[in-house]
């Protein structure tokens, strides 16, 4: 029941208009089954496998998202059912999800993602080489694909300032890009920032997706 009660008290919490992503990655189909019964339909999931087999066991109005930085090579395994995939940071890999989507007949909806951590070791695009896609005559092609908005992961840190200082510039390069960037496989719409330690400063900062896990399930488990 507490799973139940986190979301519940989430919810409560955060303005309407921001989707809740609940993080389910390595917990078991139970846990996902409590988090459903307690109203949650968005689920995001790390490994194309792990979340094919929760997709194969679950009911089937869940909305799952692949939030895991993702090869090439799995895109096929998900390529019929995933709702929306983040963190996508290279032209590549947009056009293998349009190939896959292509052999589906269906419009894969997606996140570019944007380096505005200050650590190293976050995968993203520059602003720069976001707008290089997006202009770029390869990503025009692409129909099977649609870019919904953009996503990023602010700083390990506790230096909130430095956190609002990300969060804010990834709000304005989206409104930015809102105002001047739509085609058909292009139309702004989500800002997905915000996690289970920043998540209320990103939604002070325009965040409209935050993803939760130990927020709503607990401590990860490692080791399963």
Not at 157 to 180: G, I, M, P, T, V
Request: with cysteine; proline share 2%; charged share 25%.
């Amino acid at each position: 029941m507490e799973i139940k009660k986190n979301i519940a008290e989430i919810k409560k919490s955060i303005p309407e208009n921001v989707i809740l992503v609940a993080v389910s990655k390595t917990k078991p189909i139970a846990d996902l089954q409590e988090a459903y019964d307690g109203g949650q339909r968005v689920f995001g999931e790390n490994k194309v496998q792990e979340m094919a087999e929760k997709f194969d066991a679950l009911p089937k109005d869940i909305q799952w998202h692949m939030i895991g930085h993702l090869q090439s090579n799995k895109v096929k395994y998900m390529a019929h059912f995933v709702n929306l995939i983040h963190g996508i940071d290279k032209l590549k890999t947009l056009q293998e999800i349009n190939k896959q989507a292509k052999k589906h007949d269906r419009v894969i909806s997606c996140l570019l993602q944007a380096k505005i951590a200050k650590e190293e070791s976050k995968f993203g695009l520059s602003f720069e080489e976001i707008e290089h896609i997006l202009k770029s005559p390869d990503f025009q092609e692409l129909e099977n694909i649609k870019i919904v908005g953009f996503m990023g992961m602010a700083s390990f840190s506790d230096n909130q300032e430095q956190l609002n200082e990300e969060f804010a510039s990834l709000k304005n390069f989206f409104e930015l890009h809102k105002k001047n960037t739509s085609t058909n496989n292009c139309q702004l719409e989500i800002l997905s920032m915000g996690m289970s330690g920043d998540y209320p400063l990103a939604i002070k900062n325009g965040s409209t997706m935050i993803r939760l896990g130990s927020s709503i399930f607990g401590s990860r488990n490692y080791s399963s």
